[in-house]
């Protein structure tokens, strides 16, 4: 079982909570491993500087959930702490082709941060181990990961600019939550879904964990540490390929001559950074793809080369790597019952929702994913490129901007601005993705539309 006194230590050595008080939202499902996590960071609170609360959520994928969710809420009110409850309602928020998984991560995920901004809280803790770790690691080798994917889950991960998740549990075996739990004589849900092999992480935990360490014990705790490692070294590599990639990026371009006589892991940092920046999507490019283009790359000669890397034509000449123009951006028609679609290379979608997450808004990384919530039109939504003169009031500010300021001020490259999308109603810009939405088309109530822009 887990000894209280010794996960206090485990926490304090990992500095999982660097203040002297730290407010902490707790997510808790009801199961064996975050109800383990409830009562261990209960019990320790004092000696952790721990304020915290809770979060029950009720997918909507089974009869039991919502009783489930009351115990959890129940267990929080006799232990004293508030308990926030959330109804995601899976089935309803589901994109097209999208999982049944990935849709409920996602609301989870905007739960987290909601409540979090509720409660005022730094961190969400969630009850992630030891054993779940060897399953997200098995998981991505199986499915080709590079180094980055092979790290697994970080123990502390951002959830937004201001909350991190992070994971007390990940150094503790499922056997030790179970007998912890066993020893306090209590009594959690037991969800048959994940008795179920229809999915494949419970394949995994299920039928190829067992094999494994019928051959060797250990193999848990062997890919645990293996993570570790990689993770590790993908901290060092990405903190050398910034610091490289001063000598080799210019305003031009990237220059081969001094890239070449980097190693190859730090080369493939480089170019990947760099093909982001030209507003590229790298985790849309195949791997045998980016393989081939390195091994050209490292060849100097003296003619012209010309590749196109998902949407974004590259072209070699003198040593350096250059980006191309992007596809012409084409008006279209967005019908808001919602939808999503391939643009320039990226996912845009389109659905209407009972939730405004504020912390999704405003301006964001240009390279990941862009989300704006706006009132629902009367007219018709329309997606098209900038027009010379197009001005925008954004939220909380008040006079208008010209949009071509606001995208030289918000670093979106030059060869991007005149095909990045442009969201209007009537002659009225409802949203510029990156950006704060229109004064004029703040939410003042739900249900609302939400749209994004990002990696597919």
Not at 92 to 112: D, I, P, T, W
Not at 179 to 185: A, E, N
Not at 239 to 261: D, M, S, Y
Request: with cysteine; charged share 25%; aromatic share 6%.
């Amino acid at each position: 079982m887990i000894d209280p006194q010794h996960f206090v230590r485990k926490v304090k050595e990992r500095d999982l909570f660097p203040h002297e008080r730290n407010r902490v939202v707790v997510a808790c499902s009801g199961g064996p491993d975050s109800l383990c996590l409830l009562y261990l960071l209960w019990a320790c609170r004092e000696p952790l500087g721990l304020e915290l609360s809770v979060l029950t959520c009720d997918h909507g994928l089974r009869s039991e959930s919502e009783a489930e969710a009351l115990d959890v809420r129940q267990r929080a009110w006799m232990l004293g702490l508030p308990c926030a409850y959330r109804k995601l309602d899976v089935p309803k928020h589901q994109f097209s082709g999208e999982s049944v998984e990935m849709a409920a991560r996602r609301l989870r995920r905007e739960a987290y941060a909601e409540v979090a901004e509720e409660f005022e809280a730094e961190s969400v803790a969630l009850g992630h181990h030891l054993d779940d770790q060897a399953e997200t690691v098995l998981l991505k080798l199986t499915r080709g990961t590079g180094s980055r994917g092979a790290g697994g889950m970080e123990e502390v991960s951002a959830l937004t600019p201001e909350v991190n998740l992070v994971r007390p549990l990940l150094s503790f075996r499922r056997k030790e939550i179970e007998q912890t739990l066993q020893r306090w004589r209590q009594t959690p849900v037991m969800d048959p879904s994940n008795q179920s092999r229809d999915f494949t992480r419970n394949r995994m935990r299920l039928d190829v964990l067992p094999l494994l360490e019928e051959i060797n014990p250990g193999v848990a705790r062997h890919l645990a540490d293996f993570a570790e490692d990689q993770r590790r070294l993908e901290a060092w590599a990405s903190r050398e390929a910034t610091e490289q990639a001063k000598t080799c990026v210019a305003e031009e371009g990237l220059n081969l001559e001094p890239w070449r006589f980097l190693p190859d892991v730090i080369r493939e940092r480089i170019v990947l950074g760099w093909f982001r920046e030209q507003g590229g999507a790298p985790e849309t490019v195949s791997r045998a793809a980016w393989n081939d283009l390195f091994q050209e790359l490292v060849q100097p000669t003296s003619h012209s080369r010309k590749w196109t890397l998902g949407t974004i034509p590259l072209q070699a000449e003198n040593d350096v790597l250059t980006a191309g123009q992007p596809a012409p951006l084409h008006s279209r028609t967005l019908h808001i019952e919602g939808g999503e679609f391939d643009l320039n290379g990226r996912l845009f979608r389109l659905e209407q929702t009972d939730h405004v997450d504020p912390r999704k808004a405003g301006q964001q990384e240009l390279g990941g994913r862009l989300t704006g919530f706006v009132r629902i039109p009367e007219g018709e939504l329309r997606l098209r490129a900038p027009l010379p003169g197009d001005r925008v009031q954004l939220m909380g500010m008040k006079g208008r901007s010209k949009v071509s300021d606001l995208m030289i001020n918000a670093k979106v490259p030059a060869r991007l601005r005149a095909s990045w999308p442009v969201i209007t109603c009537g002659d009225e810009i409802v949203w510029i993705p990156g950006f704060r939405v229109a004064e004029p088309w703040k939410v003042t109530q739900t249900p609302c539309l939400q749209m994004s822009l990002g990696p597919a």
